[in-house]
């Protein structure tokens, strides 16, 4: 019987700063993220999608955060097939998916960057996000297979973005794809009225891990600006409708992760703390976590 884990997909991000949501005195990076863990046991490093994360600050986050929090920390742009900037590139490299010695610096800058967290048993995921094109196919198969590789002995999610994965017989056959590499399956929540939604299956592909992921269900999506997108107050009801699901994964993988990517203003984390409390209905709570007895 695993434990539910609950947190944000961000603690930095500039909107829920402005929010108040962290008191005076702990505005500073430090006393931001010593105050996030105080309410929730669980963040996304979302600032790795953009640029290769750092040692240095992979060491601090472990020493600024108590025993048993841990961190989900996003694969880089290039890593996942995304378009990336040749500015945030490690010097002379150019951002090349296809050259393998550009793939070989990338992923060793990244694995050292990941370094201090792994070392201190604070990594909790790797999450392999991959874009809207990336749909069902041998290549895919093949990129995945080669992540697998990359990324052997790392604890790992995959987070698909075409709904072509998760729809009809396909669905099993993807579960099944993920669970042959060891790689956790990421479910989603967001609105179910356009061509590019996701449906919300909760696949189990690994026996150590299920991650949730909710994006709000802004019918924006894919059309507006990233603050039309993730603009959502997720209602008390519809997080209720997840407490089922989440206990279903909870009964069948050693933990879950539940993450909050509505990042506008405090939206995520009023959302993190009322899912907490809804799940303390059918489990306990210790230290942050929600453990659910059969």
Known sequence: MGDILVGTCSW?????????????????AEGRLR??????????V???????PGERNSRLWA??????????????SLLTGHPTREA????????????????DEVWARFAEGIGPLRRAGRLGSVLFQFPPWFRPSARAEAFLHECAERTAGWPVAVEFRHPDWWR????????????????????????????????PVTPVASPRLSVVRFHGRSTAWGTGSKEDRFRYRYGEDELAEWVPRLRFLAERTGQVHVLFNNCCGDAAVR????????????????????????
Do not use: I
């Open 88 to 103: 945030v590139m490690p010097r002379g490299v150019r951002p090349d998916h296809r050259d393998p010695k550009v793939l």
């Open 12 to 28: 930095t991000d500039r909107a829920l700063v402005a929010s108040g949501w962290y008191p005076a005195g702990r505005r500073d």
């Open 168 to 199: 009809g017989e396909r669905a099993e056959a993807t579960r099944a794809l993920l669970s042959g590499h060891g790689m956790a399956a990421v479910a989603v929540d967001m609105a179910q009225t356009l061509p590019s939604s996701v449906p």
């Open 46 to 52: 979302d600032a790795s999608y953009y640029a290769l």
């Open 63 to 76: 020493e600024r955060t108590p025993a048993g929090f841990v961190f989900d920390v996003k694969a880089f």
């Open 271 to 294: 959302a993190a703390g009322t899912m907490t409390r809804l799940l303390e209905t059918v489990g306990s709570r210790r230290a942050g976590r929600v453990t659910v007895s059969p």
């Open 35 to 44: 105050h996030y863990a105080e309410h929730f046991p669980l963040v996304e």
